[in-house]
């Protein structure tokens, strides 16, 4: 069963400023939650300690702030972690810098807030997180150049560089829900983000091939009609693969607990973002990239001439006439 009707044509292209412009609203509110919020970096990034601890009752954050406050952990914050009974403990510091046993003093401290047991610490020098932060970005930096080199050889580089334009959009958008939202970022996170991008560019290769197509066996000579046309081909496939892997993730995002919650997250809202763009932003960048329908098609035929020349004196010279 097919939700939108691939024999039928939709007019993006008429809609392009105001989806642009929608963009551009939310990419400069990203910016803006990006410089003042910032993003909220887990102890993968910042280095520090998480102490994982379950209570046999509802834990008491308050008491555990106040038996805190008094002690070198004093400048720890304490939430809630996945269910009322489980809190994390965070604060600055690794098993380098802590001369005594992390779990024996949280043992120790601890013992006036009732009932619990240490679950697990995790801990991360300054150091070392500094180091995963940089190559975290360097990860996706060279992620979107690589895919950049590829398109543009695959396709064309206006091709190329509206598909960037795209993932940008995308990366940052996402980013910024993960700053409104103060998910913490963590390797998970970076894991998360590489994987949307993967996923999006498979959707805007695929509205790039219909257009390609499109233009090589087509006679349209309107931008914008044939764009409307490719986009409109490409709907069904396009919304049907979103939503099913939309419906996995947001399963794990309400089920999966709070260790793959920023994973979940950033999945969910890179799909749906990604998906947008897909649709309503890149293919229209072609035309403000000044995209001439008949400068391709001419490039194109002489391409197609000088492979069958040379196709032409392969066969002579196999047949000996050359």
């Known amino acids: 069963m097919e939700i939108f009707n691939n024999n039928k044509t939709y007019n993006f292209m008429s809609k392009k400023i105001s989806f642009l412009g929608l963009s551009t609203i939310l990419i400069v509110a990203s910016f803006v939650l990006l410089f003042t919020k910032g993003l909220n970096y887990g102890i993968d990034f910042l280095g520090g300690t998480t102490v994982q601890v379950k209570y046999e009752q509802t834990a008491p954050l308050d008491k555990i702030r106040e038996v805190l406050k008094d002690t070198r952990y004093s400048s720890s914050s304490v939430t809630e972690f996945g269910a009322q009974n489980e809190v994390i403990i965070r604060f600055t510091g690794s098993s380098s810098d802590l001369t005594n046993d992390i779990s024996d003093d949280m043992n120790k401290i601890l013992v006036p807030t009732g009932d619990f047991e240490i679950r697990k610490i995790d801990m991360v020098g300054a150091k070392v997180g500094a180091e995963l932060r940089e190559k975290g970005i360097m990860a996706l930096s ?3 150049v690589t895919l950049l ?13 509206a598909t960037v334009i795209g993932l940008i959009h995308d990366v940052i958008i996402t980013l ?8 913490d970022v963590n390797l998970d996170m970076i894991a998360a983000i590489l994987t949307v991008v993967g996923y999006t560019i498979n959707d805007k290769i695929i509205v790039n091939d219909r257009i390609r197509e499109n233009l ?12 409307n046309n490719s986009v409109s081909q490409t709907l069904s496939r396009t919304i049907l693969t979103s939503s099913t892997t939309l419906f996995v993730v947001a399963t794990m995002l309400l089920f999966g607990g709070e260790i793959i919650y920023p994973f979940s ?16 932003v890149v293919s229209p960048f072609l035309k403000f990239l ?3 329908i008949d400068n391709y098609r001419s490039k194109e035929a002489i391409k197609e001439q000088k492979r069958k020349e040379k196709e032409k004196l392969r066969a002579m010279y196999e047949q000996g006439r050359v």
């Open 142 to 144: 060279l992620a979107l």
């Open 149 to 161: 080199i590829y398109i543009a050889i695959r396709f064309e580089w206006r091709f190329a560089v």
């Open 176 to 183: 910024g829900l993960i700053s409104l939202f103060s998910i």
């Open 216 to 227: 090589t066996n087509g006679k349209e000579k309107d931008l914008d009609i044939l764009i």
């Open 265 to 280: 997250f950033t999945l969910f809202v890179g799909i749906i973002i990604g998906t947008y763009s897909s649709i309503f």
């Open 290 to 292: 000044g995209f001439k």
